[in-house]
């Protein structure tokens, strides 16, 4: 997961600060995925082209569009927001909510490219929000077959993403030229437990 950027670090010590939103003796399994995002910083659209400002937010939230983000999908855990008008990258909001009714953990993120960003925050039952490190990015090794090496003059990394269905890792290969595209064996994901992500390695399908 990137480093929090210094805007959002400053809209952390804002909620830190600010007094507790609490849940009016709810369950924390009980709160909304819109809930949710009205309480959170907005420095998931800076890596953005389009953007969000607390404004335009408010209008996303009220009338479903504004003016360069659409709200595509929701549901009680999970929001979508796709760019306008040519719908060609999303920013999307997922709750992950602890078994035990002790805490969710919400993660937003950048979706449909090679290139993605992560935040994770945590929520608990009084209201306290903070931000979280998410799984830390697999070995490059995780992708490939038994004994593939990688051509020469590539730079491999990963990075952890918000996928449709939870969080998904993304391997990233870099040349002299920028990314490239190299095919791998293996795909991983991390599953919710209940309680934590668990990593789960499996083959890729064929093509």
């Avoid at 399994?29 to 659209?45: C, Q």
């Avoid at 095919?183 to 789960?200: D, H, I, L, S, T």
Wanted: with cysteine.
């Amino acid at each position: 997961m990137r480093h929090l950027s210094h805007s959002a670090w400053l809209c952390f010590l804002v909620l830190c600060l600010a007094p507790q939103c609490g849940l009016a003796g709810e369950s924390i399994r009980d709160i909304s995925a819109r809930e949710v995002f009205t309480l959170l910083p907005d420095t998931i659209f800076e890596n953005t082209v389009e953007g969000l400002g607390e404004r335009e937010k408010q209008r996303l939230l009220a009338d479903g569009q504004a003016k360069f983000w659409q709200l595509a999908e929701e549901t009680k855990d999970f929001l979508l927001f796709s760019a306008l008008p040519f719908h060609d990258s999303a920013v999307a909001l997922r709750l992950f909510c602890d078994a035990d009714g002790e805490f969710c953990l919400a993660a937003t993120g950048t979706i449909g490219g090679s290139l993605c960003t992560l935040e994770l925050w945590r929520m608990d039952n009084a209201g306290r929000i903070v931000p979280v490190d998410g799984p830390p990015e697999p070995d490059i090794r995780d992708f490939l077959r038994p004994g593939q090496v990688l051509p020469g003059g590539i730079q491999p990394s990963t990075v952890v993403c918000l996928d449709f269905d939870g969080l998904k890792a993304q391997p990233l290969f870099w040349s002299s030229a920028g990314l490239v595209h190299l095919p791998v064996a293996r795909e991983v994901r991390y599953q919710w437990n209940g309680k934590a992500f668990e990593k789960r390695i499996s083959v890729r399908a064929a093509p």
